[in-house]
């Protein structure tokens, strides 16, 4: 199974960058879905950016698109989630996670995607 660690969270103000990362490692990165996801306190977990890794195809949470980018480097198995335009409302412990591609769209809510990083802290200030 898929193993994966996050990096790059961190403090911000508000309209400025981070740009977060998660390394996969343990097996095939191809074969699997990627997405970023975010939980706040208090609040359900948001799926924010998902990535078919085999084609680069990438869908993004009305809330975030136009301000977040996901990219990945497939060589180096390295999932990127570029973070513009930062609102406070953006602060959330951000997971990168992952499932096995099956038939149907990575963006579709049949994944569950159960393999997840420990998280990483992105707290923007107004």
């Known amino acids: 199974q898929v193993q994966l660690v996050e990096s790059g969270g961190g403090s911000v103000q508000a309209g400025g960058s981070l740009r977060l990362s998660c390394a996969a490692s343990?097996?095939?990165?191809?074969?699997?879905?990627m997405a970023w996801f975010r939980q706040a306190p208090g609040k359900e977990r948001e799926r924010v950016a998902v990535?078919?890794?085999?084609?680069?195809?990438?869908y993004y949470a009305d809330s975030v698109k136009g301000r977040f980018t996901m990219s990945q480097h497939n060589a180096k198995d390295t999932l990127y989630l570029q973070m513009n335009s930062l609102k406070p409302e953006d602060s959330a412990m951000y997971y990168c996670a992952a499932d096995r591609q099956r038939a149907w769209s990575c963006n579709s809510p049949l994944y569950e995607y159960n393999y997840r990083g420990q998280g990483t802290q992105v707290t923007v200030s107004s």
């Open positions: 343990g097996d095939t990165y191809s074969r699997y879905c």
């Open positions: 990535i078919n890794t085999n084609i680069g195809r990438t």
